[in-house]
């Protein structure tokens, strides 16, 4: 977490200088200041995980767009003489038990996940931040509250009460699964962030917004939000990789209608059709490696963010290679100034690994 | 300068009554926080009511009900039977909801679950006391073992920080982020269909009464393996990536470079202190997923057809049978909550600094 105040702005009643100050600035500059405060705002995605990370789930977003466009056939299409055909030129990934395009479904099926995923984790994250921040900031009776309702919705097994919520719906729309998965994943991220935002809720700078007369809606959404964006991404991450496992668990299990197409769907129908017994590789194995993709994509981008809120994290592996480099063990930290001094270097360090 | 200085008066008291810090610490250990305590309690008997409001709700929220689709499967049953049986299942809509919701606890509070259509009209308790064992047997072991071989091994990767173990933090990710019940089916195919080593699913062979025999007992090893396993392989990377990270933050505490500089063996540092410390937020994480074992297995349950609590539920969800339904998710739902309290417990007891800062 970054601890400093966002710079360069005049609070409410700052003293006249101040504004001299800023009054010199040129259009120019303070466009400049814009976009490395948006730079900086996004900073936990700049590193070498989140990037790769963010381009596969970019090149996911990209197939689930542009799937009428890109994918051979049409996903429902029929073809009686082409049945459990293995991949070949015209099928790339094969054809189901009734001559499906397995390549078309797939494609297809990108839609519902990325829509589910991406909207359920919207949802979750606005109720995340709406009761993590007032919950965190308030004080007394009114936080206890918040905090009481976050721990129900976390104690609360999910799966099982999607599973019940979903057979109230004949044909539940893709909004509504989406909603229902935003509804159950939003408590941990409130928790994570009332327990930053009660520590936050007591630092200089927000002491100082207080004490200068900012309205409660400023301090919030000026003052802490920033410094919360990290947070809110790694939650907001973590929450679309559920949603994406328990939609298509969901539609595997067969309580969501297999009239949505997704990758669950998919799945659903081989298990029906045997394609696990009968190796029919070429129809299970796409769909779920696609699932694994992304959820590998979302780790990545969430691998980033922790590292950039915990530098220990990278930091501590970098220190020990370079130890090692030269010749040294992290856990022998102290044995190994010794080694330097000492001349017999290579027996004393041995003989140290020796009795640990 | 002021002339008359004040003088100097002597405090009344006994150093050795008052004491440091620390005498004030381990006193306070043997004090019970009833305070800390209250709270917790009424946060569970909140929860508890929240939880068991929903389940009376959910139910009448529904379109369709038990009976239509009992009678749906069954042809000669005629009107008044159906009448009866829905009286039976308290279904009956001339009541109030406020007395159907008095009437549900009076139910409750007598262990009365109501009747399971889909298993002859026994009733939910003794159906659900049935399939209780198995999810818990099984996930219950399953659980631990992910537990015990994660945190064991995410503690040697956090020491060994930077070698080549670190290899597995990416590779056991992987393994959690694949959908289980792919896993599950891929494990099916490589090794129950194709090398035959273990049985599709089942708990036990068909044939085979449940006893305490060694065929009996051999063959629900036998049958439990894979989905063991499977389980094993799914859960171990998030065990293993918590401890890891909560070594690297501990292992640069200053006690532990205190540890190692008064020349202490590497094995107590690693597990006496740095270990130790390390394990605290993984043994509370540890607690609430053993609540997640009675209901975070559905899948698990259906693609081993294994009998347990995740695939009556299932089994309830498609017949409508909404009194096995409102049992089950009953049951998930206290053992989550029991699940709660130990954790509380065993973190109070752990880690002293949770009674003073949360009560």
Redesign the interface.
Known sequence: MTDKTPDGRRAANAPETFLLRTATTSKGERAAGFWARLGAAFAMFRNGKSITGLVILAFFVLVAIFADVISPYSPTKINPTERLKPPSPEHWLGTTHIGEDVLSQVIHGTRGVIVVGFLAAAIATVIAITVGVIAGYLTGWKSEALS?LT??FL???G???I???A??F?DPPLWAIAAVLGLIGWAWGARVLRAQTMSLRNRDFVLAARANGEPLRRIILVEMLPNLLALIAASFVGTV?AAI?GL??LA??G?IPVTAYNW?TI?NWA?AQGA??Q?QWWW?LP??LC??LI??A??LVNFGI?EYV?P??RS??????AM?KKGLD?????TAVRTDIATPTDSAATGEKA?? | MTAIQPPLTEPEVDALEVGTTATKASKGRSRIPWRFLGGRAAFYLFTLWAAITINFFLPRLMKGDAVSAYLARNRNVTPEAAESLRALLGLDTDKSLLQQYIDYWSHLLRGDLGVSLLHGLRPVTEVVGQALPWTIGLVGFATIVAFTIGTVGGAIIGWRRGSKLDVFIPITTFLNTIPYFWLGMLAIAAFAVNLRWFPIGKAYGVGVKPEWSFEFIGQVIHHGTLPVLTIVVASLGGWMLGMRNMMLTVLDEDYITVAQAKGMPNRRVLWGYAARNAVLPQIQSFALSLGFVVGGTIVMEMVFSYPGIGKLLLDATNAKDYALMQGVFLVITISVLIANVLADIAYAFLDPRTRQTEA
């Open positions: 009481a721990n129900v104690v609360i097994p799966i099982p009460l599973i019940v919520v057979s109230i004949e990789t496992l298509t668990t595997y299990i309580v669950g799945l298990s696990f017994q190796n299970y769909p779920g699932i694994a959820g590998v979302l780790s922790d915990n220990r994290l501590a592996g970098e220190r020990a290679r090692r992290i856990n022998d930290a102290v009795t640990a």
